[in-house]
Structures are given as C-alpha cells and as structure tokens.
C-alpha cells in the first residue's frame, strides 16, 4: 500500500486551522496513525485507529477519514506545532507533510 | 515516565555485523509487541522488524530478512536487533517503538545512528 501526503508543505500562522491529507492506493482498515517529528527526535505519536488521540495530545489534535482518504486536523495552531507530519498504515509510511508556522 | 533507550550504532564496513539494544524502563514492556524501525537522513520512517509480547512471533521487512533478527528479554525489560551482512543501504538511525497495535506505536527511544561504509 503506497499513501500519499499533501500538501508537501503548509505554511501558516498561529491560530489558524491546518488540514493534512494522507490518501492511500487502495482501501485500508482504519489502523492508521498520524507522527509528529521535530529535528533531531523521534516520531511522536499523535493519532492512531485513524481518530483516537494518544496519551497526552492537545485536543486540537484530531483525525478522521474512511477507505482510502484521512485527515490530520490541527484546529488552532500554536507555534510548538511546527514539524513534519507523517501518516502510517501498517508497514506504510507516507512521505511526509512539513508543517512551517508563519 | 516511560523511557525507551536504544544502544549499540556504530561506524561498520559493508558486510559487517552489529547488534543494537533497547533498554524499556517506566513502561509495560512485557505486555506489548515492540518492533524497530529506521530512519535515513532526510527520509521518512520505515519499518524493520517487529516481535510479539513473548516472542514467540517474529517479522521482517522484505528489506533485512534473512539479514536481521530480532530478540527480546522480557525479564530485563529489554529488545535486540542483530544485524548482519550491513549494506550501505542499512545507514540509518534505528529507533525502537512499542506497539499499540498493528504498528501504530505510542513509546519510542531516541534512536542510535548506525553508518555503513563501503
């Protein structure tokens, strides 16, 4: 299964709502997590069963989706949020959303 | 607050060996799937191998398997990654991540760089 992020990068200001999209090439089970990484660390799991939020993550934080279409909800920015966004369904990983804060 | 604490990357010649170890403290260890994973500079994460709660199941990527063999211990809290016949290609830092489930990991350590050279 190959997922597809876009966009590739989004640049926006704090406060402001961000849509991250990870499509797959074929439908998949709902097993699907979305990553935060900053330079110089490890993935951070935010997301994962496609909606249910990991252990201590904002409640901006959110995600949603069916099939082959999911989505990475952040609802207000805050400036920490910064960082590449990955999608993950088993064995896949997508290749990646860079999360620029104005 | 649960910890994982990874060990053992090296600077290793093409067809050198390596093992790598990851120490659980402050978490359900035992209990848990565990897998590891890799990272190359400016590239995404990608699978390597994972191992059930009493490894008694393991799995490999297309990628390392028959290269890589992954062991655990769980009376000393802790995951192995022997690695074998390294290619450049295996240049990474390699983390290791409890499993929520079906990959989806909630713990992972800070990785440790492992560099192949031809």
């Known amino acids: 299964i190959v997922l597809t992020q876009s966009p590739a990068t989004l640049s926006l200001s704090p406060g402001e709502r961000a849509t991250l999209s990870c499509s797959a090439s074929q439908s998949v089970t709902n097993y699907l997590a979305w990553y935060q990484q900053k330079p110089g660390q490890a993935p951070r799991l935010l997301i994962y069963d496609m909606s249910k939020r990991a252990t201590g993550i904002p409640t901006r934080f959110s995600g949603s989706g069916s099939g082959t279409d999911f989505t990475l909800t952040i609802s207000s920015l805050e400036p920490e949020d910064f960082g590449i966004y990955y999608c993950q369904q088993r064995v896949s990983f997508g290749q990646g959303t860079r999360l620029e804060i104005k | ?118």
């Open chain 2, 1 to 118: 607050e649960g910890h994982l604490v990874e060990s053992g990357g090296d600077l290793v010649q093409v067809g050198g060996s390596l093992r790598l170890s990851c120490a659980a403290s402050g978490i359900n260890f035992s209990g848990f799937w565990m897998s590891w994973f890799r990272q190359a500079s400016g590239k995404g994460p990608e699978w390597v191998a994972q191992i059930k709660s009493d490894g008694s199941e393991k799995y490999y990527s297309d990628s390392v398997r028959g290269r890589f063999t992954i062991s655990r211990d769980n009376a000393k809290n802790s995951m192995y990654l022997q690695m074998t016949s390294l290619r450049a290609e295996d240049t990474a830092v390699y983390y290791c991540a409890r499993d929520v489930n079906y990959l989806q990991s909630d713990y992972w350590g800070q990785g440790t760089l492992v560099t192949v050279s031809s």
